[in-house]
Nanobody, 129 residues
Framework: QVQLVESGGGLVQAGGSLRLSCAASGLTFSSYTMGWFRQAPGKEREFVAA????????????YYADPVKGRYTISRDNAKNTVYLQMNTLKPEDTAVYYCAADYMSKVVPILPAGYPYWGQGTQVTVSS
């Protein structure tokens, strides 16, 4: 079965950086769009970034939510079945549980949680002011 395991969360001061990883197993990784979402206490889960699947005829595309554009970078290593989220210039409002998610050969990259059938357990990111 599909398993997604996030790591790399922690406590960091405002302005600092963290790199999250999500290791996937039980799937043909290169055929899956990989997304990152976050959920702060009392708030709905929100889209952060996504990187689509790729093939010999279709290159991968990348999407970011407006609040993280220019600060976060999503990347993937298909050989390692891993997607990364590099987070720079972190702000206290970035504090949340961060989740990775996977969707098989999306025709359109999902930006809503309902668009992803597979989820990791989440990793806590806390940014202190």
């Amino acid at each position: 079965q599909v398993q997604l395991v996030e790591s790399g969360g922690g406590l960091v001061q405002a302005g600092g950086s963290l790199r999250l990883s999500c290791a996937a197993s039980g799937l043909t990784f290169s055929s899956y769009t990989m997304g990152w979402f976050r959920q702060a206490p009392g708030k709905e889960r929100e889209f952060v970034a996504a990187k689509s699947w790729s093939s010999s005829w279709s290159s991968s595309t990348t999407y970011y939510a407006d609040p993280v554009k220019g600060r976060y970078t999503i990347s993937r290593d298909n050989a390692k079945n891993t997607v990364y989220l590099q987070m720079n210039t972190l702000k206290p409002e970035d504090t949340a549980v961060y989740y990775c998610a996977a969707d098989y050969m999306s025709k359109v990259v999902p930006i809503l949680p309902a668009g992803y059938p597979y989820w990791g357990q989440g990793t806590q990111v806390t940014v202190s002011s």
